[in-house]
């Protein structure tokens, strides 16, 4: 099934106010498409609560299942948030647990 991280964004967007994220989606070998939520804030969140917050917009199909946090995003010479350079940093990130 085709997912838009656009589309999961717009939906989660006032959940997260003041704080940047995005989702990215990868291929992964054996469990086909993964989704990864990024996050830049000075908030320290956990796991369960992202997901928490997620769950009460999301479709199961649509959770992510990898979460991160990042002291700062990429920007493209438009100044718009460069998904390929994150998706490349992504394993550079804390993981939040």
Known sequence: QKISTK???GKINSLFEGDVFVILASKHPMFGNL???VIRTDKSYT???????LRERLERN???HQYYKAEEFPFTS??????????NQVST???IS
């Open 78 to 87: 438009s100044m718009k948030i460069d998904r390929r350079a994150l998706a």
């Open 62 to 64: 649509e959770m992510p």
């Open 47 to 53: 796991r369960k609560e992202i997901q928490s917050k």
């Open 93 to 95: 990130f804390i993981a």
């Open 7 to 9: 589309h999961i964004e």
């Open 35 to 37: 989704l990864s939520f």
